[in-house]
Every structure is written in structure tokens, then in C-alpha cells.
């Protein structure tokens, strides 16, 4: 099976104002970045154990651990949780950047660290989505 098609089950596996949400936040992200890799993250551990809700991954970056290992991941990541859906920025060396540049203008979401939750898109004001997905799928210091 393809990741597109691992994308497309997971989605369609969703109530059906997420499903509507996510594609359209999908569509969004690869319009920003046509070509990019794409990522399906089941929320399993090694051992087959759930451990977080599942991931769909846009782009490429190489995370670097503190004891010197490293492993590639995604740029940017969606997914849906008990009260919406959640985008994720990785690679950001600043904890406060997203929610200082974006938070007081993105609308009705909780931005921390490398998250942003919210309840449904029509809670924010896509042109700010928008460029935080820009900003998220940036070639940056440590991205691929």
C-alpha cells in the first residue's frame, strides 16, 4: 500500500468534519509544497503499543539528538486528537516562536512549543495558516 493511500484510509477512518478539515489542511500543505515526502505515523511503538494519535508527515528534516544520534522526520505534521486537529512544526530551535509570531493572529487555537491545536479550520484565519505552513515546510539550518 502506498503512504497515500495509508493517508487516505487513516482519514477517511475519521468522524466527518475532521475528514473534511484534514483534507482540506492536506491539499493546503501540498499546494505549499507540492512534491514533498509524505509521512503516515500509525502512533505505535516498537512494541505495537499506542503511544499517540496518528500522524500524517509533510517534507524532510534530520532531527539531532543531545547524545549525537540523528534520524530523519517530517517538517510538518497534522493530525486529529479528541477535540480537533493538531498541527506540528518541527526543527525549531525557539520554543516561543510560533506562538510569537503566530499565536495572537492565528485565531481560536492554543499554540505551544512546536504545536498548534485547534477545534476546526474555520476557527482560523487561513491566510495566518498559511504562513505558518510556509514558515513550517522552510528549508531552515537543520532541514533536508
Not at 509533510?58 to 486537529?85: C, D, M
Not at 481560536?108 to 504545536?115: D, I, L, M, R, S
Amino acid at each position: 500500500m502506498t503512504v497515500e493511500q495509508e493517508i487516505e484510509d487513516y482519514v477517511a477512518s475519521l468522524p466527518a468534519a475532521k475528514q473534511d478539515d484534514l483534507r482540506r489542511l492536506h491539499a493546503t500543505i501540498q499546494a505549499i509544497a507540492p512534491g514533498c515526502s509524505l509521512w503516515l505515523l500509525d502512533g505505535k511503538d516498537e512494541s505495537g503499543k499506542v503511544v499517540s494519535n496518528p500522524n500524517i508527515g509533510y517534507g524532510r528534516l534530520e532531527i539531532r539528538y543531545a547524545n549525537g544520534t540523528s534520524k530523519p522526520f517530517y517538517r510538518v505534521g497534522t493530525s486529529a486528537n479528541t477535540s480537533g486537529l493538531s498541527i506540528y512544526v518541527m526543527g525549531l530551535d525557539d520554543r516561543k516562536y510560533l506562538a510569537e509570531a503566530f499565536g495572537g493572529r492565528l485565531g481560536k487555537a492554543a499554540v505551544t512549543g512546536y504545536c498548534v491545536k485547534f477545534r476546526a479550520l474555520a476557527d482560523l484565519d487561513m491566510g495566518v495558516l498559511e504562513e505558518l505552513l510556509r514558515f513550517g515546510m522552510a528549508d531552515r539550518e537543520n532541514a533536508d
